[in-house]
């Protein structure tokens, strides 16, 4: 067979070659129709407690990422940073077990076949599963999409999973085809009556081939002509969620059926799977219904849930809308049906990539505003009438998405929200800070709400919380109550008696709640010359008003801007902190003539306004001066970092195949790890590619992320030649700076060169246990962040932030010598 290189990794763990303990072991059936479900195994109690946090301890990681592991036996020691624990023999029955060991530790499991073969895990309750050395992604949720394609090969293949929830089931089902549709997962679009434009849906597409799928998907509405579609890019062993668009149809129809065909081109026609079919919902326009859309964050299709106005005798001016945030495992469909109708108002739930996606951070915020700019132009509201609430994880993005973005909103409304991670959710900080600490731990700024609270000083606010809530502590709405309290001019306070977390659709369509939003406005732009702003990040949150911050002084540190306009002595004065560029865009104020500028004590006179009516400013010391608008090789809030920020503006994952056999398995399995897991977290839809395939040229100004380092991927040096960081083997040199070592990780984020906006993120290492280290960074998790390069030892498994060799910050030109970087 021609393998893809990941198998090439059965290599590098030693103890896949050993014989396996008969507990752990079990037979696979010669039946090519025969599951295997797991059944004896081994568990190992959790030896250290998680976080969420950019760095971790975990012994057996260690071991792994060093290619020390062996496959345990019961009763093998393994000591952890504060105990120890041994390897426990469990029966398992009916494939599934629930042990105190899966609440944060691991199961291992053996299975032994006669020949070489794919076959389909399906498990649910881990966080990932190394098989045979590969990681592939887990269910944590254990929602039961996970149909993953792996080749068993002869003898014996060794599942290592992890756990987190108490419960693990998992089994191995045989493979029909080399490739085939899922029909779990699937994100279909409502038909509207009297809509003729074309919908898209999203299908999970599984190659169980060992090359590229090269395959069409024919798309077919009740018995009209299928529409037929080239396919994207599917590595081999892989899973990606696919784009694909439905015909028009404004007209009725009678039970609308969506039937899914794949036709791969390069299978016999007796080798081409069963079509799959759906049901699709034709709504009225007037009626509850979810519109798809592609997003550009991934190209990946999200939709969003409308419950649409109540028509009303007041027929004057647009619609107000109402953005909703759903809670932790509710769908934004859900979310919208707990509301009537109101009389003049859409009511919007986007859905924060999954039902427990982002937490409203990240990629979830994101994909809020995301929804909210295409609800607004597509149900044409008025921008003066837009609110924003939500309840539990999506009270939480109702404070966040409120402080980050306070322009959006005339007025918002938490119910049962918390605070941030700080105070909810695992995010606490260790109390034993150290200045390498504190600076990678800058770059989660963002997430910290209190400090951005100042925002809200202009929006209305209104705090609903249960008093009896179990769930999200009262005391997270009491502190709001508090810290508003001291400087808000408008903001509701109401502790319902005796309330839990959820005490029925009331939680959220609240009379008093919605009453107090909608007879709050945005005032009109003209009426607003006070600006009082401050933000985390131009990467996050850059505008407000007729100011955008373009650049810090200093990055992650709370940037503000407080300024007044006085149209009728054309001046604006005021005073910043942390801001080296900011853009005035006066045109909303209707600024004419000669303006006056009083900025920090520099004094600007006599500036003629350009035909665009913005004016931007650099600082220059202390002295404030006028300035072209920054060029594309600076950072600007489009391209500024941190790390996370390169997982944006359709990404593209791009494995090396330049270097050994095992660096290059490494590569093709990280790569297809992650975008397996921004599909299960995020609902998304990522292209996985070689060097030797990429093509520049077909990606114009999408951002790329490189698994490898100079001497192991084809790419580095076309889009890396000229960056101050370099990795190669045994060696990161960071300016003048370097670390040796082959256990070293290092990710950071460099501009595109051949593109204006886009940015390269980069996953290396210097040798194999650098490499592996990076497999299990948690930066798909919310509130988890990296600056813009970081540097990482395996050591970081045994003593946590010792671990940290460098982090930090390129300055705005991008350069390392003015930069702020701490090396241990």
């Known amino acids: 067979m021609n393998f893809p290189p990941s198998q090439y990794l059965l290599l590098l763990f030693s103890f896949l070659a050993l014989p396996i303990g008969s507990l752990a072991a079990t037979r696979a059936e010669e039946s090519p129709s025969k599951e295997i479900l797991l059944q004896d195994a081994l568990v190992l109690r959790p030896l250290s407690r998680g976080a969420r946090s950019p760095i971790h301890i975990d012994p057996i990681e260690y071991e792994l990422v060093n290619g020390r592991w062996k496959a345990p036996q019961a009763g093998d020691p393994v000591q952890g940073p504060n105990s120890k624990q041994n390897w426990e023999a469990v029966k398992v029955k009916e494939g599934r077990l629930q042990h105190p060991a899966l609440q944060g530790g691991y199961l291992y499991w053996s299975v032994n076949s006669d020949n070489e073969k794919v076959m389909l895990l399906e498990a649910a309750g881990h966080s990932l599963v190394y098989v045979n050395g590969e990681p592939r992604v887990g269910d944590p949720y254990s929602n039961g999409i996970l149909r993953i394609p792996i080749l068993l090969r002869k003898g014996n293949n060794n599942f290592l999973f992890a756990a987190g929830r108490g419960s693990l089931s998992a089994k191995l089902v045989p493979v029909q085809s080399t490739a085939l549709l899922s029909d779990r997962d699937p994100t279909p679009p409502d038909y509207i009556l009297g809509e003729n434009s074309a919908l898209w849906g999203g299908v999970v597409v599984i190659n169980a081939g060992t090359k590229v799928l090269d395959a069409d998907l024919e798309v077919t509405l009740n018995l009209e002509k299928p529409l037929r579609q080239k396919l994207p890019r599917i590595e081999a062993l892989s899973v990606r969620k696919v784009p694909f668009q439905l015909p028009a149809h404004a007209e009725k129809l009678e039970k609308p059926k969506l039937t899914l065909r794949l036709v791969p081109s390069a299978l016999e026609e007796k080798a081409i799977p069963a079509p799959i079919q759906f049901d699709l919902q034709q709504k009225n326009p007037t009626e509850l219904h979810k519109r798809t859309f592609i997003s550009q964050i991934d190209g990946s299709v999200q939709y969003y849930a409308v419950q649409p106005a109540k028509s009303s005798e007041n027929k004057e001016g647009a619609p107000g809308l109402i953005l909703t945030l759903h809670g932790a495992g509710?769908?934004?469909?859900?979310?919208?049906?707990?509301?009537?109708?109101?009389?003049?108002?859409?009511?919007?739930?986007?859905?924060?990539?999954?039902?427990?996606?982002?937490?409203?951070?990240?990629?979830?915020?994101?994909?809020?505003i995301e929804v909210l700019e295409l609800a607004q132009k597509s149900l044409k509201t008025d921008p003066r009438r837009t609110y924003l609430t939500g309840h539990s994880m999506g009270g939480h993005g109702t404070w966040h998405v409120g402080v980050t973005f306070p322009d959006r909103f005339a007025a918002i409304a938490p119910s049962a929200g918390w605070v941030s991670f700080a105070s909810y959710g695992g995010g606490r900080r260790s109390t034993e800070t150290t200045p390498m600490q504190d600076l990678l731990l800058r770059a989660s700024l963002p997430s910290q709400t209190l400090n951005l609270k100042n925002n809200l000083s202009q929006l209305g606010v209104y705090i609903l919380h249960g008093d009896a809530d179990d769930n999200v502590p009262v005391d997270q709405a009491r502190t709001m109550r508090k810290e508003l309290a001291e400087f808000h001019p408008d903001f509701v306070y109401y502790e319902r008696p005796g309330?839990?977390?959820?005490?029925?659709?009331?939680?959220?369509?609240?009379?008093?709640?919605?009453?107090?939003?909608?007879?709050?406005?945005?005032?009109?732009?003209?009426?607003?010359?006070?600006?009082?702003?401050?933000?985390?990040?131009?990467?996050?949150?850059?505008?407000?008003?007729?100011?955008?911050?373009?650049?810090?002084?200093?990055?992650?540190?709370?940037?503000?801007?407080?300024?007044?306009?006085?149209?009728?002595?054309?001046?604006?004065?005021?005073?910043?902190?942390?801001?080296?560029?900011?853009?005035?865009?006066?045109?909303?104020?209707?600024?004419?003539?000669?303006?006056?500028?009083?900025?920090?004590?520099?004094?600007?006179?006599?500036?003629?306004?350009?035909?665009?009516?913005?004016?931007?400013?650099?600082?220059?010391?202390?002295?404030?001066?006028?300035?072209?608008?920054?060029?594309?090789?600076?950072?600007?809030?489009?391209?500024?970092?941190?790390?996370?920020?390169?997982?944006?503006?359709?990404?593209?994952?791009?494995?090396?195949?330049k270097g050994t056999s095992e660096e290059n398995a490494w590569s093709f399995a990280k790569a297809r790890y992650d975008a397996e897991t921004f599909w299960y977290r995020g609902n998304g839809s990522i292209e996985v590619i070689s060097d030797s395939a990429f093509d520049p040229a077909k990606y114009p100004d999408q951002n790329v992320i490189l698994y490898g380092n100079a001497e192991t991927h084809g790419c580095w040096k076309s889009l890396l030649g000229d960056s101050p960081v370099q990795v190669k083997r045994g060696q990161i040199a960071v300016g003048k700076k370097d670390a040796s070592g082959e256990n070293l990780a290092c990710l950071f984020v460099r501009p595109r060169a051949d593109s204006k906006s886009a940015s390269v993120g980069v996953v290396s290492g210097t040798g194999l246990p650098g490499l592996h280290l990076t497999e299990r960074i948690p930066y798909f998790s919310s509130g988890v962040e990296f600056p813009d390069c970081t540097i990482l030892d395996t050591e970081m498994l045994l003593k946590g932030s010792p671990g940290v060799r460098m982090t930090g910050f390129f300055d705005n030109s991008w350069s390392v010598d003015k930069g702020e970087f701490l090396w241990k």
């Open 330 to 368: 509710v769908e934004g469909m859900g979310q919208a049906a707990a509301y009537s109708s109101i009389p003049g108002v859409h009511i919007v739930a986007a859905t924060n990539r999954r039902p427990f996606g982002f937490d409203w951070e990240d990629w979830g915020r994101f994909d809020a």
């Open 499 to 657: 309330a839990g977390h959820w005490w029925g659709n009331q939680c959220v369509h609240w009379p008093p709640l919605i009453d107090f939003l909608i007879h709050h406005e945005l005032p009109d732009p003209q009426t607003l010359p006070k600006i009082d702003f401050v933000t985390a990040s131009p990467a996050i949150s850059d505008r407000y008003r007729w100011v955008t911050i373009e650049a810090q002084i200093k990055s992650f540190e709370l940037s503000s801007v407080q300024l007044n306009f006085d149209p009728k002595e054309m001046r604006i004065q005021g005073n910043t902190k942390n801001v080296e560029r900011l853009t005035l865009d006066l045109r909303s104020l209707k600024a004419a003539g000669k303006i006056q500028i009083r900025l920090d004590g520099s004094k600007l006179e006599n500036l003629s306004l350009p035909d665009s009516k913005k004016l931007t400013l650099i600082r220059d010391q202390q002295t404030w001066k006028l300035s072209e608008p920054a060029g594309p090789e600076i950072k600007n809030p489009q391209r500024s970092g941190p790390f996370k920020e390169a997982f944006r503006n359709r990404m593209v994952f791009i494995y090396g195949t």
